[in-house]
T-cell receptor, first 116, second 111 residues
């Protein structure tokens, strides 16, 4: 498995501001992902954080709104830019170790964001 | 359809068995997973099953897979109050090697 921490665990932000969420893993991993979980909903993949190159975004998500960094194999950040109340969600970091029997994804505890 | 489907809510008495169902979308999905999300927490991997298996048992958990119907179930034996959570099924789709999650099934265990 993997031990994943996220900062902050929760925040309340004003409309129009930006928040950067950090994800730290206890060991090197090949794949890191960022998901959004809107209230009462399932998980939606925002992007794959690639080490040393730009993130790969899913349909409906753009770099200007959700810039992502991945400076090394254990750390990534997601910024939620120019926030609106619709961005109120849980943001989850996930990691995957390729090559295992199930290529299992492990999740961080999430960051609960409320935008006023 | 494109969505992984789950029923939404299950109430069960402590000590009884719980069964959570899921219908996934891609018959060629390689792995199917069950995750648990307790209130205020992230997702915890409970178990997974490879697509060439019909059943997997892990302590109180039994996973059944019906590939023909693309149906996955999770049975929790001797359900305890700590099992109260939202349970998500997920499939790994070969076309993009990504996980697709169901909407989740909330299980409430009544003491």
């Amino acid at each position: 498995s993997a031990v994943i921490s996220q900062k902050p665990s929760r925040d309340i932000c004003q409309r129009g501001t930006s928040l950067t969420i950090q994800c730290q893993v206890d060991s090197q991993v090949t794949m890191m992902f960022w998901y959004r979980q809107q209230p009462g909903q399932s998980l939606t993949l925002i992007a794959t954080a690639n080490q040393g190159s730009e993130a790969t975004y899913e349909s409906g998500f753009v770099i200007d709104k959700f810039p992502i960094s991945r400076p090394n194999l254990t750390f990534s950040t997601l910024t939620v830019s120019n926030m609106s109340p619709e961005d109120s969600s849980i943001y989850l970091c996930s990691v995957e170790r390729a090559g295992g029997p199930s290529d299992t994804q492990y999740f961080g505890p999430g960051t609960r964001l409320t935008v006023l | 359809g494109e969505d992984v489907e789950q029923s939404l809510f299950l109430s069960v008495r402590e000590g009884d068995s719980s069964v959570i169902n899921c219908t996934y979308t891609d018959s060629s999905s390689t792995y199917l997973y069950w995750y648990k999300q307790e209130p205020g927490a992230g997702l915890q991997l409970l178990t997974y099953i490879f697509s060439n298996m019909d059943m997997k048992q892990d302590q109180r958990l039994t996973v059944l897979l019906n590939k023909k119907d693309k149906h996955l179930s999770l049975r929790i034996a001797d359900t305890q109050t700590g099992d109260s959570a939202i349970y998500f099924c997920a499939e790994r789709r070969p076309r993009d090697n990504r996980l697709a999650f169901g909407k989740g099934n909330q299980v409430v265990v009544i003491p």
